[in-house]
């Protein structure tokens, strides 16, 4: 049985990328999960982008975040619609089925190409959609990313208005960081998007001469208090952004802290 990520109050994940892909990939995902489970999380964020060997990961995984009662999302970095502006049902599937193997009840993707898209195609790829997530039953998470197609105001409010206008509505997980690497103001985004958020992205950002970077919450240069006060307080939130010291489960622990503060504060 898929295990249930329900809002509670001031549930805290962590999306394992979070501790550097180098490492990540070196320890596995299962050997995250267990430090944010011994940390305190809630539950964790896998990404398909760290896994080495997804056959014998997922079940490993699968088997943990069930025997200790952790929320878990599958993150697939693979968009939901091509470039043509089509569908991917082969993505769709394939995220699909690791999502049941992992046990998780919430799927996390982006949009990719669906600007490229006539009303038609719009209608019957919405109908493919609805069909597949209906039957699969899982919860279907669209993340602002950074791209101009997938990761902009306009962008995702064309594709949520096309959506809720064929009887699909779709709760979006809302990244704080990357509305900065788009030139989005994030505090308007999460006015616009607010009632439609059901997970978020809680990181910081830093502005250097050439890029954004993510930073924790307390280094941000963004107002993320007041982002954060903007969206919904009864849905989970993750940690995303670098858990870097000498002791990781100390440093991991007090992000935590941070994050569920913030949300206990914004409850009060």
Same mark, same amino acid.
């Given at each position: 049985? *898929?295990?249930?990520?329900?809002? /509670?109050?001031?549930?805290?994940?962590?999306?394992? #990328?979070?501790f550097? +892909?180098?490492?990540?990939?070196?320890?596995?995902q299962l050997?995250?999960?267990?430090?944010?489970?011994?940390?305190?999380? +809630?539950?964790?964020? %896998?990404?398909?982008?760290?896994?080495?060997?997804?056959?014998?990961?997922?079940?490993?995984?699968?088997?943990?975040?069930?025997?200790?009662?952790?929320? %878990?999302?599958?993150?697939?970095?693979?968009?939901?619609? *091509?470039?043509?502006? +089509?569908?991917? /049902?082969?993505v769709?599937?394939?995220?699909?089925?690791?999502?049941?193997?992992?046990?998780?009840?919430? &799927?996390?993707?982006?949009?990719?190409?669906?600007?490229?898209?006539?009303? *038609?195609?719009?209608?019957?790829?919405?109908?493919?959609?609805?069909?597949?997530?209906?039957?699969?039953?899982? #919860?279907?998470?669209?993340? +602002?990313?950074?791209? %101009? *197609?997938a990761? #902009?105001?306009?962008?995702?409010?064309?594709f949520?208005d096309?959506?809720?206008?064929?009887?699909?509505?779709?709760?979006? /997980?809302?990244?704080?960081?990357?509305?900065?690497?788009?030139?989005?103001?994030?505090?308007q985004?999460?006015?616009?998007?607010?009632?439609? !958020?059901?997970?978020?992205?809680?990181k910081?950002?830093q502005?250097?001469?050439?890029?954004? %970077?993510? !930073?924790?919450?307390?280094?941000?240069?963004?107002?993320?208090?007041?982002?954060?006060?903007?969206?919904?307080?009864? !849905?989970?939130?993750a940690?995303?952004?670098?858990?870097i010291?000498?002791? &990781?489960l100390?440093? #991991?622990?007090?992000?935590?802290?941070?994050?569920?503060?913030?949300?206990?504060?914004?409850?009060?």
């Open positions: 049985m *898929a295990s249930s990520l329900q809002p /509670t109050g001031a549930s805290a994940l962590i999306s394992l #990328t979070s550097g +892909n180098a490492e990540v990939r070196r320890h596995g050997w995250f999960a267990q430090l944010s489970q011994a940390a305190g999380a +809630n539950g964790v964020e %896998v990404r398909e982008e760290l896994l080495i060997d997804p056959a014998q990961e997922l079940p490993a995984l699968a088997a943990y975040v069930r025997e200790q009662q952790l929320h %878990v999302v599958y993150s697939c970095p693979q968009p939901l619609f *091509a470039m043509d502006g +089509n569908l991917d /049902t082969a769709l599937q394939h995220a699909i089925a690791a999502s049941h193997t992992l046990g998780a009840s919430w &799927l996390k993707m982006s949009i990719g190409g669906f600007a490229a898209q006539s009303v *038609a195609h719009s209608a019957q790829g919405f109908a493919q959609l609805q069909q597949a997530i209906a039957s699969a039953q899982l #919860t279907l998470l669209i993340e +602002n990313d950074q791209t %101009v *197609a990761g #902009t105001v306009q962008a995702l409010q064309r949520f096309a959506a809720d206008a064929a009887g699909l509505a779709l709760p979006m /997980t809302f990244d704080m960081g990357n509305w900065h690497y788009m030139g989005e103001c994030a505090l985004a999460a006015q616009i998007f607010g009632h439609r !958020v059901g997970y978020v992205h809680s910081g950002v502005r250097l001469p050439a890029k954004w %970077v993510a !930073v924790p919450l307390a280094e941000s240069a963004a107002a993320w208090r007041a982002i954060l006060r903007a969206l919904p307080s009864d !849905v989970p939130r940690i995303e952004y670098p858990l010291g000498d002791d &990781l100390a440093v #991991t622990r007090h992000e935590l802290a941070v994050l569920r503060n913030a949300t206990a504060l914004q409850n009060n």
